[in-house]
């Protein structure tokens, strides 16, 4: 089966918004119907659904991709939300860990999830209580 990218999706229109979070704020039944049939979906799946839908209905942008896949340099700067020459010095400088296919470079999504993840955890360390973020 061919990769697939990652999508993203802009954030819905409020009206939109709103009605979809009364919807999910009613119950938590999500009926999914795939090519005119009901399909009831595994546990994981239904949340992993339910959590699109709620980051939706909160007014979020989201992206949706596959856990374990591989990302070309511009897809993994896109998720991380920084340019492409950034991310490339972060892989050169072994910041992210990097795997090469001939002189592609190819990264993990969960190795940008982690680096996100140190960089959200040091800003928090940083930022003195009550003080607003500064501006990057």
């Avoid at 990769?3 to 999500?30: F, I, M, N």
């Avoid at 699109?52 to 993994?76: F, H, I, K, P």
């Avoid at 020459?85 to 910041?95: I, N, P």
Wanted: proline share 5%; glycine share 6%; hydrophobic share 35%.
């Amino acid at each position: 089966m061919a990769q697939l990218k990652p999508r993203t999706t802009d954030a819905l229109p409020e009206p939109e918004s709103r009605r979809l979070a009364r919807a999910l704020g009613e119950s938590d039944d999500v009926t999914v119907f795939v090519n005119g049939t009901t399909v009831k979906l595994p546990a994981k799946a239904r949340d992993a659904v339910v959590d699109v839908l709620r980051r939706l209905a909160d007014g979020d942008a989201v992206m949706v991709s596959s856990a374990e896949g591989l990302l070309n340099t511009s897809q993994a700067a896109e998720i991380a939300g920084i340019s492409l020459t950034y991310m490339r010095k972060l892989t050169d400088a072994g910041t992210i860990p990097v795997e090469y296919r001939g002189t592609h470079r190819r990264i993990r999504l969960r190795d940008v999830q982690a680096w996100l993840e140190s960089r959200a955890q040091t800003q928090r360390g940083q930022q003195q209580p009550g003080q607003r973020p500064a501006d990057s």
